[in-house]
């Protein structure tokens, strides 16, 4: 097996092989980041609470909108080899 640098390197420096974070990263990072606060007060106490239930409703939601997402890409893949076979 060949292993082609050229192009490798080419991807690199072009930034085609990064892949972008996916949502879930996201939401883990920055949970990550309200977990390692260390509020000084009552009210940045309650702030950094908000901001820990905000995240697991956007978790929460993120999730029902990725099931929709496959469900309906599932459908369409019926649709699209429906239209085939006519």
């Known amino acids: 097996m060949k292993v082609d640098f050229y192009n490798m390197t080419k991807k690199f420096l072009l930034g085609e092989g990064k892949n972008k974070p996916s949502l879930g990263s996201y939401i883990q990072s920055l949970t990550e980041i309200v977990e390692s606060l260390n509020p000084r007060s009552k009210t940045e106490s309650r702030r950094v609470e908000i901001a820990k239930e905000h995240l697991r409703e956007i978790r929460k939601r993120s999730r029902v909108l990725e099931e929709r997402v496959s469900l ?9 080899e429906g239209n085939d076979k006519e």
């Open 72 to 80: 309906l890409e599932e459908r369409l893949h019926v649709l699209e």
